[in-house]
């Protein structure tokens, strides 16, 4: 089974400017979580989408959002990007189910440069 | 607000030793403790804990939860250089959608 694919693996932006990243995740699964993951905050949950729903957020600007399509891809997009969203942005893929016992795999991630 | 704090931050030992990561937690609707080891990029999986004082076991790795203590640890044993990563520990509430990540522990292990 292949693993789960982000792209791009690298970007540099400016200030200002908008960016969406791109998750694939483990065929099957039907949930995918993001996360930013910087040197000071450490891993800090954004949001999961299950069947094209946000079911969960984190507390994040609403600068942040995302989407999920019917093949459960899913997009994640900053708007008036600041140099303080630099970071390793992963996602991570599982079925979804309901009850706590199931773990999540991680894609490589994407690391953003905002210049 | 839910909360996972691990310790050591950060731990520098040497090839052969054994080490000790601790993580605690409070979590509305626990059900569940993961821990991944990243190394370069992405979070792999090692261990996910759900009943208390049961050890899960892989290799030299072993890890084992306290639901009194509201804790786990992880134990790595006779270290390598290759066991070098930041070591996570995230739990997981009732309703299977919130993941709360500590912030890692840093394992160096030097030959």
């Known amino acids: 089974k292949a693993g789960v694919t982000q792209t791009p693996r690298y970007l540099i932006k400016t200030r200002g400017q908008q960016v969406t990243l791109s998750c694939s995740p483990i065929?099957?699964?039907?949930?995918v979580s993001w996360y930013q993951q910087t040197p000071g905050q450490g891993l800090q949950f954004l949001f999961e989408?299950?069947?094209?729903?946000?079911?969960n957020k984190g507390n994040f600007p609403g600068r942040f959002s995302g989407r999920q399509f019917s093949n459960s891809r899913s997009e994640m997009n900053v708007s008036t990007l600041e140099l303080g969203d630099s970071a390793l942005y992963l996602c991570a893929s599982s079925q979804g189910l309901a009850g706590g016992v199931e773990t999540q795999y991680f894609g490589p991630g994407t690391r953003l440069l905002v210049l | 607000e839910d909360k996972v704090v691990q310790s050591p931050l950060s731990l520098v030992v040497h090839e052969g030793d054994t080490v000790t990561l601790n993580c605690s937690y409070e979590?509305?609707?626990?059900?569940?403790l993961l821990w991944y080891k990243q190394e370069k990029k992405a979070p792999t999986f090692l261990f996910m804990l759900?009943?208390?004082?049961i050890e899960k076991k892989s290799g030299r790795l072993s890890s084992i939860l306290d639901k009194k203590e509201l804790s786990s640890i992880l134990n790595i044993t006779a270290t390598q250089t290759g066991d070098s990563a930041i070591y996570l520990c995230?739990?997981?509430?009732?309703?299977?959608?919130?993941?709360?990540f500590g912030p890692g522990t840093r394992l160096s292990v030097l030959p």
């Open positions: 979590v509305t609707n626990f059900r569940s």
């Open positions: 995230a739990t997981r509430d009732n309703y299977g959608q919130n993941f709360v």
């Open positions: 065929s099957g699964h039907r949930s």
């Open positions: 989408y299950f069947s094209e729903t946000q079911r």
């Open positions: 759900t009943s208390s004082g």
